[in-house]
């Protein structure tokens, strides 16, 4: 049986450099044709997602997913077709306006899927958000209750409403909802925290974090959404379905912050509940104001001190993410038709794993 050819849209970023590795290293793919408006030189890409971009099966080729000329280009292989189209494109910074949304996630997600709806490809894997989800402690299951906290979580669930009217009318689709991903080029999960951490090292002070101690950040680890993007082309996966990504860890901020004074040998603490309401009641904006004022300088004095003038990672926090809002997740569902988390706990190890991933690239302070 030949090997399928796969597209990976947005292929260049965090969760996309790991899959287009992961499908390089499995060897499960013909050929392997990457789709990013950021080109691999200016991505900070480590040395063994470089090597992987270099493999003779991988093609990378830069454009614009909300063009539909673009798309449909991009969609158009010389001697054969796609059978798997995995999109892993959408603005993910927080902070930006509705509109950036409207068109680089929703717009995006619809018109990459309208493509492949017409071009009738096997299998299109949407990779969402478990953001989606109304935020409670009880662990959220595909079936609850939607309500999305973020700006990012509200247009990835509109296009998934789009995409399943697709669905119903031909479009071969599967909807992942992972939890926060971490892992090696994390920029935007866990590495804030885990750079708060070297900033309280130098600073020589006690890092404390709003709310309290059990405040929910379910973990998925990035080789795990890897595992299950390729496990949903299988037959195993019936067309329609939707599923979460989470580990067994239960991760919350105490288990964050005791991997982090493990690595850091500093001490950590919260606000608690209380205190946290009463700050955040005041005004949001000029409370995380006040908290990146306090990590900014210092994170770059650490930088100068080792001579980083360009890096991705940056301490800032966005006020969406300073809510009392707990991401919580069963991730189960999935197992149910034969896919196993190698990643099933978060460990110190992981965070000393990417904290080296950016220090081989000299973007990581001595801290």
Request: hydrophobic residues 35%; positive net charge.
């Amino acid at each position: 049986m030949s090997k399928p050819n796969v597209l990976v849209l947005g292929g260049v970023g965090f969760i996309g450099r790991n899959f287009v590795k992961w499908l390089v290293d499995k060897g499960v793919a013909n050929k392997i044709r990457v789709v990013d408006k950021v080109l691999p030189d200016t991505a900070f890409l480590g040395a063994e997602h470089k090597a992987a971009f270099n493999h003779p099966s991988v093609e990378y080729k830069q454009g614009n997913l909300t063009n539909a000329a673009s798309i449909s280009k991009m969609f158009t292989l010389e001697g054969g077709e796609f059978q798997f189209v995995f999109n892993l494109a959408a603005e993910t910074k927080y902070g930006q306006t509705e509109e950036v949304y409207n068109e680089k996630v929703y717009d995006l997600s619809v018109k990459c899927a309208t493509e492949a709806f017409n071009r009738k490809v096997q299998r299109f894997i949407e990779v969402s958000t478990a953001q989606v989800y109304q935020p409670h402690s009880k662990p959220n299951k595909e079936d609850s209750k939607t309500e999305p906290w973020t700006l990012i979580a509200k247009y990835k669930l509109k296009a998934e409403e789009k995409l399943k009217e697709l669905q119903k009318q031909g479009l071969n689709l599967v909807i992942l909802r992972p939890a926060c991903v971490y892992g090696p080029g994390d920029v935007a999960g866990l590495a804030p925290r885990i750079i708060c951490g070297a900033v309280y090292k130098h600073l020589n002070e006690k890092m404390k974090f709003l709310w309290s101690e059990d405040l929910l950040i379910n973990t998925v680890h990035a080789q795990d959404v890897c595992k299950a993007l390729w496990h949903c082309t299988t037959p195993a996966v019936k067309i329609g379905t939707t599923f979460n990504l989470a580990d067994k860890n239960e991760t919350n901020q105490e288990k964050i912050n005791k991997h982090l004074e493990a690595v850091y040998g500093i001490k950590t603490g919260f606000l608690g509940s209380i205190a946290s309401k009463v700050a955040t009641s005041l005004s949001m904006k000029a409370l995380t104001e006040e908290v990146n004022d306090k990590h900014l300088k210092p994170w770059s004095d650490l930088c100068k001190q080792s001579n980083i003038h360009n890096s991705p990672l940056t301490p800032y926090l966005d006020p969406e993410l300073l809510y009392n809002n707990p991401l919580s997740v069963d991730g189960s569902a999935i197992e149910a038709t034969g896919f196993k988390y190698d990643y099933p706990e978060l460990t110190t190890e992981h965070f000393k794993q990417m904290i080296a991933y950016f220090k081989d690239q000299k973007l990581f302070p001595n801290a």
